[in-house]
C-alpha cells in the first residue's frame, strides 16, 4: 500500500472515530430499544412534558415536527436509565435534564443525579 494511500485511510478512521464521539460532558452513550408496551410516564414527566408543551392536558403527546406516527414508535421506545438503575420511556428520558441529545439510536445523557 503507498504512503499516501496509508495516510487517507488513517484520515478516514479519525473522521469515524470523531463523529461516533460523544461530546464534551456526556456521561453515558444509551441504546434506545424497542417495547412491546408503552412504558407509563410518571406524573413528575407529565409535568415536565406539559409545561414544556409536549403534552396537553388530556395526556396527548404532541411534538412540533414530529408526525402522530413517529410519536407513536416514540413512546414504544425506552432505555435502560443508568442513573436511576431502571427501564425509562423514552419521552420520560427526552425530557430528563439530563438529556442532550438523540443521534441515530442513542441518547447521549449528561449523567448527573435526578
Ligand atoms: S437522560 Fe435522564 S432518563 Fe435518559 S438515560 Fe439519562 S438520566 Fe436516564
Redesign the pocket.
Given at each position: 500500500m503507498a504512503k499516501g494511500d496509508i495516510l487517507a485511510l488513517h484520515l478516514v478512521l479519525l473522521i469515524v472515530m470523531m463523529s461516533e464521539a460523544p461530546p464534551e460532558g456526556i456521561k453515558?452513550v444509551?441504546p434506545i430499544k424497542q417495547v412491546e408496551k408503552p412504558i407509563k410516564i410518571t406524573e413528575q414527566a407529565k409535568v415536565e412534558l406539559q409545561s414544556s408543551g409536549i403534552m396537553d392536558e388530556k395526556g396527548k403527546l404532541k411534538l412540533k415536527g414530529v408526525s402522530p406516527k413517529m410519536l407513536k414508535r416514540m413512546k414504544l421506545e425506552a432505555?435502560d436509565?443508568?442513573?436511576?438503575n431502571s427501564e425509562?420511556g423514552f419521552m420520560?428520558?427526552y425530557v430528563?435534564k439530563?438529556?442532550f441529545s438523540r443521534p441515530t439510536g442513542k441518547?447521549y445523557?449528561k449523567?448527573d443525579p435526578?
Open positions: 453515558h444509551v432505555v436509565c443508568p442513573v436511576l425509562i420520560q428520558c430528563c439530563n438529556f441518547v445523557c449523567g435526578i
